[in-house]
């Protein structure tokens, strides 16, 4: 623990579970998310998509869009700045911004069905779609791939024959975009000395992250040259910075205002509509507000990659695991950067191999730009290992999750994408569910159990927050960061415990970006512990601010001055009566003015999370219908600050996780459109469809952080699809090795069985 | 010196060696070292990466602490969704 640690400390709010303070709002449908801004004489925006997968622009014609009454602006490729070659960083997905620009709106070619050709502002909704279907396009249709194994054949069509290594010279021409390769030791020669090799190949369609509320955002340009942007996203900094790199703008040119955000599990770490509206607005001179319909997010944003991929394990007959090596293929979409490089790091992550190595291929293929999803690359990976470390089990008769705590990762061992672990709580994790009752409850015919383990790293990136003390003692807190998972509630959690007041008296508030320093995304599990340890260091400065107040109002050493139980005391004369905050504060103005402290540094610290999941399914040989009838869901938390929080967290994480093995997949028609582009026909799971899902904290505190905290909101979708395929296989016998094992493809199985 | 480990893609810059001692307090001074003994690996180490520092991961390590001792992993950089 670090020097300022809470252990030994007791702790009155951290580990409670008060009321959620956004729940109010929520519930009662006062709170603003994306489309719910509007502005006077404000415009909307539509665009028009391609409706080819891949093919040339040879020319737009706008003139007689232009001439429809209502229409205010038009923008195209054309009108929007060449973006040079820079990385930028989205998500988990390092891109360029140059492809970044081109996603946003096409230049010169389209890409994938749904890539955004031209965008419309008019004064109403419907004379803008109107005039998107006066906009005349002349395409030259060009061969397109649509999966890694067609767009690498030697003779696949191009997505791009333009890509640049980082010096900026051209690429020999392939759709292959990155290749990369971890590991250590020699899992060839290793596997000669192995009793048992595993070796298989597995399959993943794309995935959408389920967020319900759509891509919204309203933009208004001064004359200026000011510019504001209500949105929903995973960032106000980011959108900040996206957009105004993309249009040539100052940074302090634009303000972004961070709205409500009704799910984004990744899906909202970059930019689609925003950098659109600002340039309308930039030319009609109005505010321009543009709402994505379900079928445009499902056609034009980005969806988890698709994927394909090859392990292979040998181990001592004994279950000692020599080696393991993986082939990942991974969809990157229409522009560079899948989420391969984490899928390749973490795949052999829980567990300690000698000899480990991952050989990653982002490729490309004529589908939207893939985007981060909640462990970005970790669960398609997790599915590949885990469900072979299963077939292991089952070969040397050893229980499964004995046969994960003979390998699991520790304090020390050297992870397989390379630095040794500190201290990790991955056996802990195991033996807690070794020990519930689940794990050896009775099952009846047709019935299975999976277990399966998961690992995510956590980020600690770049953070600010602001703590201000007021005038009646309560006491303000400024994040930058969005609040998709309960940070106001932790950060004001920590705030109180900092100062030793109630957590009533705590009011945490996300600023835009003009009223607190940059954070980067909420995303990565980051925010409760890279923003939290922000705010505990704003408290802290704050309170040596109150500590040298109350030593001026009463004349002595500050040294003699300490904070407990929410006051100033003075260590060594007890009749000196103590100072609350609201003493201190009311003051304020005769001992120095106003108390704040802001808080900004790139976050160490980060502590890696694991998860264990046992799954129980029960299929319907006659239909091929699996049911999850009781799962229970294990993962260290570190510290749970808000333990409601956390277990919703891994509740949802689950969730999300058995859909993607049981039902959900983008399911193209041969041009490359999406034939499922709405939640009728993308099947994600209701609650009507899940079992309570009971979540399990363990905590091993991570001693880095000043409460232990380790993030959580990533970990509990790894270990889910191979929890299910493995309670599949136990239910039926049968391997299943490509996703989602729905109803069809489980009768199939089914019948070639009997 | 820190032992320094490389990503496998960097190796025909070290003549194969994938794990290296270079002196240096810093991650610009590693850098800095690592370019002086293999040309043109600075470059390569040049753009948005992240450090393990002894099991520790740092985004944009830059002024980050080594120590005589220390272990450091480049890795490619963690996000998330």
Known sequence: MSEKSTEGRPLKWVGTRPVRPDGVEKVTGRARYGADFARPDMLWGHVLRSP?????????????????????????????PEIASEQAFVGEEPTDY?????????????????????????????????????????????????????????D??????????????????????????????????????????????????????????????????????????????????????????L??????????????????????????????AVALSQRSGRPVKMVMSREEVFRATGPASATRIRVKIGATKEGQFLAGEAWLDYEAGAFPGSSVAAGSMTIFAPYAFEHARSHGRDILVNKPKSAAYRAPGAPMAAFAVESVVDDLARQL???????RLQNAAREGVQSSFGPRYKRIGFVETLQAAQEHPHYDAPLQPNQGRGVAAGMWFNAGLQSSAAVMVNADGSVSVISGNPDIGGSRASLAMMAAEEFGIEYEKVGVRIGDTASVGYNDVTGGSRVTLATGKMVVEASQEVISQLCERAAKVWDVDVKRVHWADGKAKVLDDEAIEPLGLAEIATGAARTGGPIQAIASGSVRGVGMSFGVHLCDVEVDPETGKVDVIRYTAFQDAGRAIHPSYVEGQIQGGAAQGIGWALNEEYVFDDSGRLENSGFLDYRMPVASDLPMIDAVIIEVPNPDHPYGVRGVGEAPIVPPIPAVVNALRAATGVCFSDLPVSPPRVLEALDAVS | MARVFLPRSLAPYTGGALEVEVPG???????????????????????RLAVAIDGDIVADPYLEAIGAQSEVHFLPPVGGG
């Open chain 1, 52 to 80: 080819h997968a891949h093919a040339r622009i040879r020319r737009i014609d706008v003139r007689r869009a232009l001439e429809l009454d209502g229409v205010k602006a038009i923008v195209t490729g054309d009108d929007l």
């Open chain 1, 98 to 154: 140059r492809m970044l620009s081109q996603n946003v709106l096409a230049r010169g070619k389209v890409g994938y069905v749904g890539h955004a050709v031209a965008a419309v502002a008019a004064t109403t909704s419907a004379v803008a779609e109107e005039a998107l279907r006066l906009i005349e396009v002349d395409y030259e249709i060009l061969p397109h791939v649509l999966d890694v194994l067609s767009a690498t054949a030697d």
């Open chain 1, 156 to 245: 696949a069509p191009l997505v791009h024959d333009d890509l640049c290594d980082r010096k900026g010279v051209k690429k020999n021409p392939s759709n292959i975009a990155n290749e990369i390769e971890m590991g250590h030791g020699d899992p060839e020669a290793a596997f000669t000395n192995a009793d048992v090799v595993v070796d298989r190949s597995f399959t993943t369609q794309a995935v959408h992250q389920g967020y319900i509320e759509p891509h919204a955002c309203l933009a208004e340009a001064g004359p200026d040259g000011q510019v504001t942007i209500w949105c929903s996203s995973q960032g106000q900094f980011m959108v900040r910075g996206y957009t105004a790199k």
């Open chain 1, 247 to 276: 249009l040539g703008l100052d940074l302090a040119q634009v303000r972004v205002v961070p709205a409500e955000i009704g799910g984004g599990f990744g899906g909202k770490t970059t930019v689609y509509l925003e950098p659109l």
């Open chain 2, 25 to 47: 307090e810093t991650v610009r001074a590693l850098i800095a070292g690592l370019e002086a003994a293999y040309p043109g690996l600075a470059e390569q180490l040049s753009g």
């Open chain 1, 397 to 403: 008769e050893i229980d499964p999750i004995d046969l």
